[in-house]
């Protein structure tokens, strides 16, 4: 199987700057956010795949234009780096412990955007809400084109809690995007 091509992705805005490399040699999370970067950083760790990203942006303002355009943009190069989705798993689900967390991903490269979060806690983690890690994920469907389902099977502790679902969706990330070549795993023949 010939490695692919390493993908780039860079978006602009008034309110953020976001730039990447997916699937090259370097690796490093430039992100202004410490509790966004660990969790980003647990996600990249599980999934395998080496992630340079440098985002900048209006966090005086909110984390949240930031880190919901650095889902985006994570999904745009997700989409660029599998294009058509084609010769790869497609479907990836794990569940992944953390203390007293379990977390739950499942996940489809479908071509369609929606990502639905099921019992995620709503309070602050590193001075960060959940509904702004949310957004994380609806950005990251959004840009990809993939529906994404986590729900939080149980877990008291916030920073549990997104962190295994943070790890879980790296972990479905990793089977989905496994090399299958020539699979096509859709009855249209193909993914949209
Ligand atoms: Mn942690």
Known sequence: MEKRPACHVKRQTRETDVQ??????????????????HLLGAAVA?????????????????????????GIVLGQALASYLPGYRGVERYGF??????????????????????????????????VDGEVFAEFFHGFSRGALCTLH?????????HHAWEASFKAFGLALRQATLPRPGLMLSTKGVIT
Not at 20 to 37: D, H, N, Q, S
Not at 53 to 69: K, N, Q, R, Y
Not at 95 to 109: F, Q, T
Request: charge should be negative.
């Open 20 to 37: 990447l490399t997916l699937g090259g040699a370097a690796a490093e999370l430039a992100l202004p956010v410490p509790i966004f970067r």
């Open 46 to 70: 599980t999934w395998g795949l080496p992630l340079d990203l440098s985002a900048t942006g209006d966090i005086d303002v909110d984390p949240h234009h930031l880190i919901e355009d650095v």
């Open 94 to 127: 794990a569940l992944v412990p953390m203390d007293d967390a379990l977390a739950e991903v499942a996940l489809d490269l479908s071509g369609r955007p929606g990502a639905y979060l099921a019992n995620m806690p709503a309070g602050a983690v590193g001075g």
């Open 150 to 158: 986590i729900a939080l099977r149980a877990g008291a502790n916030r």
